[in-house]
């Protein structure tokens, strides 16, 4: 058994136009959506945690919420001063330049999910309108910040393919074909290190797992092709041949008898 992060909750979504947001959704005028908690009950419950030694991990949906959550842990860190905590900020979804710099500065380690922007995206851009959308699951953003941004699914509310969460952070279009925010795409090695070294790095984990080299967990997968070699639109495409976890053949479709 592991015990990850604690779990905390700030508001709701942007499909249900009830993440805490700074302005009115895009397409419900005087709906900017609702915080389900008082801001000072999110600040204690974070603070507590955090004194507790525990790493945290808040849903922030929308850009309101988000400051409340990054007021909260400033203040825990200010109150109870710990090294390395790398508390989480889970989506992220809407997120300003300034909130970016400020997540960068804290040491904290926002969550996005690449395949939101496929199977969402179009409802995303039609909450938000074509300004906001731009500020909408920001990844290349945060790599710029020197962040350490992991790879995500949030499934089973979407598919939990990594393959198919790679490609939608390279290619960053939505079901209809509508690009959402192309300036926040990354590179298909940048998205590959978000799933292997960023996700290890957000559970304090790296030590372990995330890459492969002596001493470490030796699961890996053989995909069908090269990934950082095929061109963007075929990632997707892409298909495993075979999974070793632990050293071990897990799964193998092609009898590549591999060593023990």
Wanted: charged share 20%.
């Amino acid at each position: 058994m592991r015990i990850g992060p604690t779990k905390m909750m700030s508001d709701g979504s942007l499909i249900g136009r009830s993440a805490a947001m700074c302005c009115d959704c895009h397409d419900a005028p005087g709906n900017s959506g609702l915080l389900q908690h008082e801001p000072g009950q999110i600040r204690r419950r974070i603070t507590e945690a955090h004194r507790c030694g525990r790493q945290i991990a808040t849903r922030a949906i929308g850009d309101a919420a988000l400051d409340v959550v990054l007021d909260a842990y400033e203040e825990a860190r200010r109150l109870h001063p710990r090294a390395d905590v790398r508390h989480r900020v889970e989506h992220a979804a809407v997120t300003s330049d300034a909130q970016v710099a400020r997540i960068a500065r804290l040491g904290l380690i926002p969550v996005p999910q690449g395949r939101f922007l496929s199977e969402i995206g179009d409802g995303l851009l039609t909450a938000l309108g074509p300004v906001r959308s731009q500020l909408a699951n920001r990844m290349r953003s945060f790599l710029d910040a020197g962040v350490v941004l992991p790879g995500s699914s949030d499934a089973p509310v979407v598919a939990s393919d990594p393959l198919l969460g790679i490609a939608d952070m390279v290619n960053r279009r939505t079901a209809s074909g509508a690009p959402i925010g192309p300036h926040e795409a990354v590179t298909a090695r940048q998205a590959l290190h978000a799933y292997t070294v960023g996700s290890a790095h957000s559970v304090h984990e790296e030590h372990i797992k995330g890459t492969l080299a002596r001493g470490m967990l030796a699961d890996f997968a053989v995909l069908s092709d090269d990934l950082l070699g095929v061109t963007p639109d075929r990632i997707a495409a892409l298909t495993v041949g075979a999974t070793v976890v632990g050293g071990r053949v897990a799964y193998d479709a092609g009898a590549l008898n591999f060593p023990a």
